[in-house]
């Protein structure tokens, strides 16, 4: 493995509990309506650090969506799932999107 490079944010960012890397700026949270396994998550449109697992059907409150679970590069915590596809005409909005689970991250 190669030496890590880490981006990192300048302005009112969240950052992994574990770690502190940075994930994602306060200004690309779409919506803060979400929730997950362990209780709310926010919904980003585009999130920093983190590598993508693989991809897997997954039935959720909404339908089927294929994502990808996303973890932080630093310290290799999951930190929530990225929407590759929503089976759904509703849920195309998501596509392409990623969900940070509000109990994986601190605001700084």
């Given at each position: ?56 059907e ?6 089927l ?44």
């Amino acid at each position: 493995m190669g030496r890590l490079f880490v981006t990192t944010l300048e302005e009112n960012m969240y950052s992994c509990k574990h770690c502190r890397t940075h994930l994602g700026l306060v200004d690309d949270v779409i919506s803060k309506s979400f929730h997950c396994r362990h209780g709310k998550a926010y919904l980003f449109d585009k999130v920093v650090n983190v590598t993508l697992g693989e991809q897997e059907e997954r039935i959720m409150i909404t339908g089927l969506h294929t994502v990808a679970d996303i973890f932080c590069v630093s310290c290799g915590s999951n930190v929530g799932w990225k929407y590759e596809a929503a089976h759904e005409k509703s849920q195309k909005y998501k596509e392409g999107k990623f969900i940070l689970e509000r109990v994986i991250f601190f605001v700084l």
